[in-house]
């Protein structure tokens, strides 16, 4: 089972709002990710978890605010954001994240966020 | 030297015709390289992945050629489908990170 989930599907929210986004993995994967893909681009990579500790923040604003509970749950918490952080945002997962062999990524379908 | 190349952007293919998806990267650092296939509105999805000290590798109709001394590789989609349609996005990876080409959309025409 190569599943990853993501709730919500769609949310809309004002630019006053706290929401969060949350992923669920069941393969025993150790790294988990968060991206953000506008229309026609490709993902955007925000966030890396490994071993539930943060490894990676790309330069992200602060309202948005990764949380990784255990080790099969990502969240992404949002806070006052802005009409351009609409767009569809991506869990993954990986068996680790020091690369090597055939470990690669597996996706999740995607929160469709608009942000009014 | 972290980016991968993708061409062409978008690409028509009659049904039953062969398509063809190229990208190159300069940085020799990067171990693996995936393909993965979106559809509007969902996640990408893993197809197939080559890692760069094999030439070939062939997944059903998906095949990926790989050319290590000119940095090259390319994802050849046999006996297209309309079904096919969607994005492709080559990509790369460096130890922690996936380095994404810029996408290509396919269209099957029936």
């Known amino acids: 089972d190569t599943e990853v989930t993501q709730t919500p599907k769609h949310l809309v929210m004002g630019m006053t709002n706290k929401k969060s986004l949350k992923c669920e993995q069941h393969?025993?994967?150790?790294?988990m990710y968060w991206y953000k893909q506008k229309a026609k681009k490709p993902p955007e990579l925000m966030f890396v978890?490994?071993?539930?500790?943060?490894?990676i923040n790309e330069s992200v604003p602060s309202r948005f605010s990764p949380e990784c509970p255990n080790s099969s749950l990502l969240n992404l918490h949002l806070h006052a954001l802005q009409p351009e952080d609409s767009a569809l945002y991506l869990c993954?997962?990986?068996?680790?994240?020091?690369?090597?062999?055939?470990?690669?990524?597996?996706f999740g379908p995607g929160t469709r966020l608009t942000v009014l | 030297q972290q980016q991968v190349k993708q061409s062409p952007q978008s690409l028509i293919v009659q049904k039953g015709g062969i398509s063809i998806i190229n990208c190159a990267y300069e940085n020799t650092a990067f171990d693996y390289f995936p393909w993965y296939q979106q559809f509007p509105g969902k996640g990408p999805a893993l197809l197939i992945a080559i890692r760069p000290d094999v030439s070939e590798k062939k997944e059903g109709r998906f095949t990926i050629s790989f050319n290590k001394s000119a940095k090259q590789f390319s994802l050849h989609i046999m006996d297209s489908q309309p079904g096919d349609s969607a994005t492709y996005f080559c990509a790369a990876r460096a130890t922690n990170k996936l380095i994404f080409g810029t996408g290509t959309l396919l269209a099957v025409q029936p």
């Open positions: 393969m025993g994967h150790r790294a």
């Open positions: 978890y490994s071993y539930e500790k943060l490894s």
């Open positions: 993954a997962s990986s068996q680790d994240n020091a690369g090597g062999g055939t470990d690669t990524q597996y």
